[in-house]
């Protein structure tokens, strides 16, 4: 049959007949013997076998390798790079899509986070579907950042010493930043430890009774500070309109830094920006992501024993990503919807772990202790 | 913060083996060879050595011989690892003629009733067969001479030119059938086409534009059936 070319007014002339035509073998030429003469097999050499000579020992092949470049283009459309970030690149694309994302968090910022916490940003074609990588379709790409290990926040004595400024000022800071973090991360807190406690008393219910003296439990509710544990069980809403009245009434005074940056966490939490979360509902994940805070109220209190205790199996499966944003490089809005949602990320990260390192600061400097939960060895797994 | 780029991936691909495929008029055989390099020196064949079943297994997935599983719809006859069958009703489709010698020149690009049709696509061959009776056939029904120019008498049709889509999936089926239609039929393979009294021409110059059903009364019938067509079999008799 014959192709009907429908946008132009081309016809074949003479014969339109487009069957492949028969060839016409040429005796020898495809090694056949012909039948009027005779032939041997392979040509008078003295190795039977034929030589290999001249064909190419080797093939380098690259494949999906175009969204590579469609994406360095669309940070080049972004302005976050240029051609000359492209030339110290040495036009290396994976170098110059590094370069410039590591531009554009920032070395201050980077350092900052890279003294608190351990995160890896990843932009890739495939994502776990399950529990495989499978590639993304039509074009796609994801990027991921992932906790590696947390970050540690120490809040007992800002919550004490705010507390003592004013009643409630110490729960309201903890209630609000708790809250606010929440929507964008996965933390370590009160609440986890309260329930890995009630996990464990519902295995000593269940284990034989001469057992059960051998579980210790770690009376989370018992550590929290006073002004959290009153506060444990109140009306959400009506706390968080009491808590925002009393930050906002403390703005000016002596802890009016952390208040603000605090306001600046609940500010960006609020943004309305949606993660590509239903790409990870089929990945088969072992477990949700890993924390990417550590909250605690005094060292090696109850919220840390728990921590420590069930962060020993948390590397051992696979784990969500904390951020994923799926996006085509092509799309201009999906590339700005995905650098927005990292921005956000890494911005909300930067204000949480100045005003961590802020508090830690003015801990070390009132109390004089020494012990570095940021060492990673005491950090997740 | 550390950053990680995944995109795409980069194969390095070093000659390993080779297969040497030693044919006579009747049959064939295949010798594996280890390729030997040396520094400084042209690859060269090792001695062979015989191909074992695994080696032809993993050379068969490699090649793509994993199809994904599919739900198949009502219009799917049969479906294999290479093969798919499925059937159409009777429908008015528009028909291209390019003939060297100018015949059927009056109808081309004619809206025409078609019969019901069984298509087969195999290995990236289409076959195609028309059937009476306008209902899902069944293993024994009987099928015809599908009328159309450019069919070899085993239904294979002659693509040359023709839009073909490289898979034997369901998705694929719109684009096997578009790709048949919108190709021109440009000659006869087999000497009898149809019972029509006019014969090609006169069948399809009846039908140019109508409204009316195919007549199933002009297709010629074959004594094969659905299953021998499934299967590749010609049926009992010669025809």
């Known amino acids: 049959m014959q192709r009907v070319m429908r946008t132009g007014s081309h016809r074949c002339g003479g014969n339109a007949t487009v069957c492949r035509q028969r060839k016409i073998l040429v005796s020898g030429a495809s090694g056949i013997a012909s039948a009027s003469g005779v032939k041997t097999l392979a040509p008078a050499f003295a190795q039977a076998l034929p030589s290999l000579k001249g064909v190419r020992a080797d093939y380098t092949y690259e494949a999906n390798r175009e969204r590579l470049y469609e994406f360095c283009a669309a940070l080049v459309r972004e302005k976050l790079g240029n051609p000359d970030s492209w030339k110290q690149a040495g036009g290396n694309a994976i170098r110059f899509a590094q370069s410039v994302i590591s531009n554009g968090i920032g070395a201050e910022r980077d350092q900052l986070l890279d003294r608190n916490v351990e995160y890896h940003l990843l ?25 590696g290990g947390s970050g540690y926040l120490k809040i007992g004595s800002a919550i004490e010493a705010m507390e ?29 430890a309260m329930m890995y406690e009630e996990q464990l008393r519902d295995y000593a219910a269940e284990d034989d009774e001469k057992n059960r003296d051998q579980y210790e439990f770690p009376e989370v509710e018992k550590a929290l500070p006073e002004c959290i544990r009153k506060t444990l069980k109140r009306d959400y809403h009506a706390g968080k309109a009491q808590d925002r009245t009393l930050l906002r009434r403390y703005r000016k005074g002596r802890f009016g830094t952390w208040i603000d940056r605090l306001r600046s966490i609940e500010q960006l939490a609020r943004i309305p920006l949606k993660q590509s979360r239903e790409y990870l509902e089929d990945g088969y994940y072992d477990q949700p992501p890993l924390p990417c805070l550590l909250v605690c109220f005094k060292e090696q209190d109850a919220i840390v024993a728990c921590f420590d205790e069930e962060s020993q199996s948390m590397l051992e499966s696979t784990s969500e990503p904390a951020l994923c944003a799926v996006f085509s490089p092509a799309n201009p809005d999906e590339v700005r919807n995905a650098l927005r949602i990292v921005a956000r990320f890494i911005q909300i990260n930067v204000e949480l772990f100045s005003l961590v390192e802020s508090i830690h600061e003015s801990e070390a400097r009132h109390a004089g202790t020494s012990c570095d939960r940021t060492e990673s060895s005491l950090r997740t797994a | 913060m550390q950053v990680h780029l995944a995109i795409g991936q980069n194969h390095h691909f070093e000659l390993h083996e080779a297969l040497l495929v030693y044919r006579d008029q009747q049959s064939s055989f295949i010798s594996r060879h280890d390729v030997l390099t040396r520094k400084d020196a042209p690859p060269t064949l090792g001695p062979a050595q015989p191909l074992t079943m695994a080696f032809v297994e993993s ?3 490699s090649l793509g011989g994993t199809v994904p599983a599919e739900v198949l719809p009502e219009n799917i006859l049969a ?18 003629f390019s003939n060297a010698e100018g015949k059927m020149a009056g109808l081309n690009g004619g809206i025409f009733p078609q019969p019901p049709l069984v298509w087969k696509v195999t290995n990236g061959e289409l076959s195609i067969r028309a059937f009476a009776v306008n209902k899902r ?11 159309f120019w450019n069919l070899s008498d085993d239904g294979r049709v002659c693509t040359g030119t023709m839009r073909r889509p490289e898979s034997t999936t369901v998705a694929a089926i719109p684009a096997w059938e578009r790709g048949f239609y919108e190709s ?54 010669a025809y």
């Open chain 1, 123 to 147: 932009v890739t074609d495939a994502l776990e579907r399950y529990g495989e990588d499978a590639q993304l379709d039509s074009g796609k790409l994801a990027v991921l950042i992932e906790c």
């Open chain 1, 164 to 192: 003592a400024e004013a009643e409630g000022l110490g729960a309201a800071f903890y209630w609000t930043l708790t809250h606010s973090l929440y929507r964008v991360m996965r933390l370590y807190n009160h609440d986890d």
């Open chain 2, 59 to 61: 050379l068969v997935r």
């Open chain 2, 79 to 96: 479906k294999g690892d290479r093969l798919i069958v499925w059937w159409t009703r009777e429908q008015r489709r528009q028909m291209f």
């Open chain 2, 137 to 147: 056939p069944q293993a024994t029904t009987t099928l015809a001479v599908a009328p």
């Open chain 2, 184 to 237: 021109a039929f440009t000659h006869a393979n087999v000497g009898r086409l149809t019972r029509h009294g006019g014969g090609f021409e006169g069948l399809w110059g009846s039908l140019k534009g109508k409204r009316r059903r195919f007549s199933s009364e002009t297709l010629i019938k074959l004594p094969q059936t659905l299953e021998q067509f499934v299967r590749g079999e010609r049926g009992n008799h």
